[in-house]
């Protein structure tokens, strides 16, 4: 085990892991933390995994975790590593199961006080629109052509086939939602059927979808731009790639496993299965990959039109104004080909983010023309029933993080241990008496996922601010919540 003693200090908010720790490091490791969250980061395997990290073959300058990490399968949650194209190699556990697990957020016009009265009327639109729960499916099912299409093209047939939302929906969707690359053979007919019915639902565990209240703003010019003003509704969208996603990792974590070999890679842990980028193997990961990035966005952009149905549902007659407007929507696990220095010189790279999403800097490259200038759209969730936070990009997170920043609050209780310590029924009960609308498939569900199973998120994004990967915009709090 790591211990704290084996890390220097750079600055207030950054410690390294030298690689004179370990003979098999390649590169150092560094944490964003300050002495808090570093005891906490120390008490699993987290920090265990971020050195095994640095011994992927490729990996360059260091393996990151932001503040927020946590242990995983391999990769640990909150977890950075860019690997050197073409040989460098790609890893199926620093993307995870939930491939593009993300956020939406929509903005509105309407007011508190005009929201306030129908909050649980809304909730139960929402929840009756928008299917959730394991394994749950949706109304939408798609043909074999239709999934071929989804797969290749993500958010972009959701508007163009079925016209739910906008161009102006895409633009502010990372990738414009649908990445490149995608290829739809390379997906297994078993991720096919499992995911075939679940376009357009939430899923379980910690997805959520929120009716939040814009509470706090911290960088008015930023805010303007993002369409966020105090007192404003704004919803929270949390999913992923659904099954889809856990099978296609499930897929090539065995497949990749099996590869390793011939490549002459030796690794301290199985779970970091990997081969080089442009091999055979790394090519078909990442064709699959980005499919099932591409049914995470499409997934998201269905659930909006849901959401803003479910509204039109509750408030038609009520209220005039009822837009709810694309701020941004950002992927949490996912791996890309993006260009950084390197030793002074611009280096393509595999840019693997686990429970770590994109912090794109004023001028980066693929922001709407709107953010440009300030920066892209950082979406923090906090845990059900806490803060959630905006942030903006910055210059520094693309000089020193591969333009990565933290995710959320991360976990410090394990999903069993919160349902040992918590009950289901006195949480609702307690979220209710805060003024917050709860609904929930389960009652256990609900206590796997309650405030105290994760970290403090102000802590978690004081840090981030701090170091200058991203700079803070907005703070939320929830009035209705939703959970699988």
Not at 11 to 20: A, G
Request: aromatic share 6%; hydrophobic share 35%; net charge neutral.
């Amino acid at each position: 085990m790591v211990q704290k003693r084996d890390l220097k200090r750079l600055s207030d908010y950054l410690y390294e892991i030298p690689t004179s720790l370990r003979s098999d490091m390649r590169v150092p490791a560094r944490i964003y933390a300050d002495d808090k969250l570093l005891e906490m980061a120390l008490e699993d395997r987290a920090v265990e995994q971020l050195v095994n990290t640095t011994t992927l073959p490729g990996i360059v300058r260091y393996a990151l975790a932001m503040p927020d990490i946590h242990q995983g399968y391999g990769f640990s949650i909150g977890g950075v590593a860019a690997t050197k194209l073409p040989d460098g190699v790609i890893s199926p556990g620093g993307v995870g199961y939930d491939i593009n697990c993300g956020v939406r957020l929509l903005a509105s016009n309407l007011t508190r006080d005009e929201v306030a009265p129908h909050v649980g009327a809304l909730m139960n639109a929402v929840y009756r629109r928008v299917p959730s729960g394991v394994g749950q499916g949706g109304a939408l099912k798609l043909s074999e052509r239709d999934m071929d299409e989804v797969l290749e093209r993500g958010a972009s047939w959701v508007v163009d086939k079925l016209g739910y939302g906008t161009r102006e929906d895409l633009e502010r969707t990372e990738e414009r939602g649908s990445m490149a690359g995608g290829e739809a053979r390379h997906v297994s007919k078993q991720a096919r059927d499992r995911a075939r019915g679940q376009l357009g639902t939430l899923g379980s565990g910690n997805h959520f979808l929120e009716i939040d209240q814009v509470v706090e703003i911290y960088d008015q010019a930023a805010a303007d731009a993002y369409g966020l003003y105090p007192g404003r509704i704004a919803v929270q969208i949390h999913s992923g790639s659904r099954a889809l996603g856990h099978q296609v990792c499930t897929d090539y974590v065995r497949r990749l496993q099996q590869a390793a070999a011939q490549y002459g890679i030796k690794l301290p842990d199985r779970e970091l299965a990997c081969v080089p980028f442009d091999s055979p193997e790394g090519k078909a990961y990442f064709g699959a990959m980005v499919c099932a990035a591409n049914y995470a966005w499409a997934n998201r952009q269905v659930m909006a039109h849901q959401v803003r149905q479910a509204f039109d549902d509750v408030l038609a007659g009520k209220v005039n104004r009822r837009e709810l407007s694309m701020v941004y929507d950002v992927a949490h696990n996912i791996a890309k080909v993006e260009t950084y220095p390197v030793e002074g010189q611009p280096t393509r790279l595999c840019v693997h983010r686990k429970g770590a999403t994109r912090s794109l800097g004023p001028g980066g490259q693929g922001l709407p023309d709107a953010y440009r200038e300030i920066g892209q759209p950082v979406l923090i969730p906090g845990s059900m029933g806490t803060a959630s936070y905006v942030l903006a990009g910055t210059r520094k997170a693309m000089e020193e993080s591969f333009g990565s920043t933290c995710h959320g609050a991360g976990r410090v209780l394990s999903r069993q241990s919160a349902k040992r310590q918590v009950r289901g029924d006195e949480l609702r009960a307690e979220l209710e008496r805060q003024g917050i609308a709860v609904r929930a498939g389960s009652m256990p569900g609900l206590a796997e996922e309650a405030p105290d199973a994760y970290k403090d998120i102000d802590l978690v994004v004081e840090v981030v601010h701090g170091a200058g990967l991203s700079r803070k915009v907005a703070r939320l709090e929830p009035l209705g919540v939703m959970k699988g």
